[in-house]
């Protein structure tokens, strides 16, 4: 896929997306990534890309026409449609779902905002849907682009090997990750969970799986509450519970509801 990122940072963006499972997506042709920079699309002798606020206030605003100039450049460098997000705090909060969706597209187009955002007029005219990475502010939309860029780029066929397969992806089943080990199996830290080394793959997977739910369980009740469970899952979370509850208060019917 092709990911054309509007961006008064192309090299910040640029250098982001050259590194890591995205930089070998890119060298494998799986991705492109490409960087087109507001100020080119100027006609002024200062090339301004922004101005004071209409009402008034502190803080500036990016103006239309580089951005609209930006844009028609990139529908224009290729055929396929171009699916434009520009990158806010005032966006829907992106999600692996929707990234996932994200990642089957031939082309998007990333619009990076900076100083106070952008003119509300381009917003409704040229971008088809506005991203938020989360509840905080950034000082523009470029690490929202990388972050953007990584997520969907990891999801080209090809870019993971398998050992880090997507399906095994926290969130990919909207349960957080089990913890992980490595040697040595008896550390002044602690030792590996015994049921890892028994070789037997049915009970690893049961193990991990519970590990799973019960994770989400304790850390984000609110992934859980989206997920029906069925009824081994529901199994496998109350012996979590049960494992995990303070002495003597377990009792012996429990479930999720309760
Ligand atoms: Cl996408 N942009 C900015 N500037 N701040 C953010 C954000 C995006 N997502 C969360 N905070």
Request: hydrophobic share 40%.
């Amino acid at each position: 896929m092709r990911i054309d990122v509007v961006t008064l940072f192309p090299d910040f963006v640029r250098q982001c997306a050259a590194v890591g499972v995205v930089g070998r997506a890119q060298q494998r042709e799986l991705l492109q990534v490409e960087t087109w920079n507001p100020r080119d699309y100027t006609s002024d002798r200062h090339r301004t890309v922004d101005a004071s606020s209409y009402g008034g206030g502190p803080g500036m605003v990016m103006l239309i026409e580089p951005l609209r100039a930006a844009l028609a450049a990139i529908r224009d460098a290729a055929p396929e449609p171009v699916h434009v997000m520009y990158l806010s705090p005032q966006g829907a909060r992106l999600t692996q779902g929707r990234v996932a969706a994200l990642a089957k597209l031939p082309r998007i187009g990333l619009l990076c905002g900076r100083y106070e955002g952008v003119d509300e007029r381009l917003l409704a005219r040229e971008v088809d849907e506005e991203v938020s990475i989360g509840d905080y502010v950034l000082s523009g939309g470029e690490l929202a682009a990388a972050v953007v860029i990584d997520a969907v780029g990891r999801l080209q066929r090809g870019a993971l090997n398998d050992a880090q397969s997507a399906e095994q992806d926290s969130f990919s089943d909207g349960l957080l990750d089990c913890p992980h080990y490595a040697k040595p199996v008896h550390d002044a830290l602690g030792s590996v969970p015994e049921v890892l080394l028994s070789g037997d793959h049915a009970a690893i997977a049961r193990w991990r799986l519970k590990q799973s739910l019960g994770r989400t369980w304790l850390r984000r009740p609110d992934l859980l509450s989206k997920r029906a469970l069925d009824t081994s899952s529901r199994a496998l979370l109350d012996e979590f519970r049960r494992e995990h509850a303070p002495p003597g208060q377990a009792r012996p019917n429990e479930t999720v509801d309760d």
